[in-house]
Every structure is written in structure tokens, then in C-alpha cells.
């Protein structure tokens, strides 16, 4: 079954959340002229809110990062986007002498070695990418969800990074069949590793599919303890931690 089939439901509320979620990226845009991005990893929330970006022709430019570990399936959604909607995204990769010397050192399979070796992978493949995607940036807009994890419970719609950048989150209170309902409605182009039981994807040495029953993150650096699943873009000092709180089987 496709992962629409499986997860796309009309919900109560659902024309206001995406009014919502419109009237936030609007705001958003207005506030931050020139100078706001969508940092889109190219998931199923991420294609939701790159499709309200360009049906409601707002000025937010569109970025991801190429870690060099991610799926075909997810980089052959670019193309799409450019031709679907005619925005060009922009690509930030890691430095490739850093990512050359980490290997070297520590090898292909260094994320399975160890949380620290995973976490350095991540800051070099994501992180130093992301800092230079925002540098010139105020504002930045991601796809969190509050039902994603319990880290992301209380995510509000507006926040500020560590480095006192706007942060928006316009689908924070958008559930899952939410996110599929409007990709359904819309015929918005999505990973079709979310048809094979992946609703969560990273880079490919780190992403599996998940059974019923597990938590929508369970497939994300699956060897670790859940309270260690995130690479670092949307953590904070202080943050609770991210025991997850949505399951395939509650989802479905």
C-alpha cells in the first residue's frame, strides 16, 4: 500500500491548519525580505511546505543539504521540484577535504562504531552545510511537527535558534495524516521510500524501514538509544529529550 493509502485522513480542523500554517509562512516572508530560507531535507513535511511556498508565491528561497550519504530516491526529487514548481534549490554540501580526512580516519561504517563518531559525521555532513546555507539568513523555515518526538511536543510555530535566527515551524501542529491528506489532495511529489514503510529518511547508511508498532523515528540511527535521535540541526541547549511518541500502528 502506498504511503498515501496508508496515512492520508481528513481530520477535524484540517482547512485551519493549512490556512494556518499559510498565514506563518506569509508573516514570515514579510518580516524577513530576501533573507529567509526553507531548509528542506525533502521528506513528506518538508514537500508540503515547498508546495505552500510556491502555490502562494511567497519569497522564501529553498535549500537542502546533499550530505553525500542520501538516498537516490531522495535526490531525484530536485529535479522535480525545479520542474514542478520552478524554483531552483539551492545545494550545500560538506566540504569534501573534511569529509575525505573523516573517512580516512574512521572509515565508511564510522556511525556505527560509536554515538560520538555518528554525531561527528553528522557535524561535518549537516551541520557545517547548514551554518553556511543560514549565514546570510534571518529567518529559516523547517517542517517539525510536535507529533514527531517528544523533544518536539511543545515546538511552536515561531522560535529562535541558538544564533538568534528566526525559526519557523509551520506545520507544528499538523499530524501525520494531515501531512498526507494535503500531499494527496495536492498531488505534491514525495520519496517513494515513504511507500516502503520509511516515514522518516536520512542518509542511507542510517535509515531502515520500520515494523508496526515502532515510533515514526525508530528507522533513524536505529543501533542508538531513542534518546539520542537527532543529528544536531534542531537541537537546543536544554532540549528534553527524544523518546518518541507516534507509531506506525497509532498512524495508520
Known sequence: ??????????????????????????????????????????GAEDMVVTDLIARHGLGIAVATLDTGKLHA????????????YGLAVEVFQPAHEAVV????????????????L???????RKLEPLARMLEARSAWVTGL??????????????????????????L????????WHYIS????????????FMPSIGCEPCTRAIAVGEDFRAGRWWWEDET?????????????SAAPVSTLEQRA
Open 172 to 179: 507544528a501542529d499538523w499530524s501525520w495524516n494531515d501531512v
Open 73 to 84: 530516491q531522495t535526490l531525484a526529487l530536485l529535479p522535480r521540484i525545479e520542474g514542478r
Open 118 to 124: 555518528r554525531k561527528a559525521c553528522c557535524g561535518l
Open 145 to 170: 511537527r510536535r507529533e514527531q518526538s517528544n523533544s518536539r511536543a511543545v515546538v511552536p510555530f515561531t522560535d529562535q535558534d541558538d544564533a538568534g535566527r528566526a525559526k519557523i515551524n509551520p
Open 228 to 240: 539520542m535521535k537527532e543529528c544536531g540541526l534542531h537541537v537546543s541547549e536544554g532540549a528534553p
Open 101 to 116: 580526512h573523516f573517512v580516512q580516519t574512521h572509515g565508511e561504517r564510522a556511525m556505527y562504531d560509536s554515538t560520538a
Open 1 to 42: 500500500m502506498s504511503a498515501i493509502g496508508l496515512y492520508a485522513r481528513a481530520t477535524p480542523g484540517y482547512e485551519d491548519r493549512v490556512a494556518s500554517a499559510v498565514a506563518v509562512l506569509t508573516a514570515a516572508a514579510a518580516q524577513h525580505p530576501g533573507r529567509i530560507v526553507q531548509a528542506t531535507s525533502l
Open 185 to 196: 489532495l495536492q498531488g505534491v511529489p514525495y520519496n517513494p521510500l515513504h511507500d516502503e
